[in-house]
């Protein structure tokens, strides 16, 4: 099976708790990396790519809308 997101797409992943959400997330932005299958961003297969090379397909090619505001610091009153 084969499943891909088109540029210009909005996605949503939901699921039970345990259901690998994180996991999947954690691969499609290149922090992990599958056990099986492979992962093509932009017709390039990213499985064994090094570091620097990861690195600029998350800056070039991956934007992520958090729940939270994890990069801004948030001072409680």
């Known amino acids: ?18 259901s690998g959400k994180t996991t999947l997330l954690n691969i499609i932005r290149c922090l992990d990396t599958p056990t099986r299958g492979k992962v093509i961003i932009s017709g390039e297969n990213v499985n064994g790519l090094g570091d620097e090379q990861l690195t600029k397909i998350r800056r070039d090619k991956i934007g992520f809308v958090f729940q939270q505001f994890n990069l801004i610091g948030v001072v409680l009153i």
């Open 1 to 18: 099976m084969t499943a891909g997101i088109e540029a210009g797409e909005f996605i949503y992943i939901m699921g039970p708790s345990g």
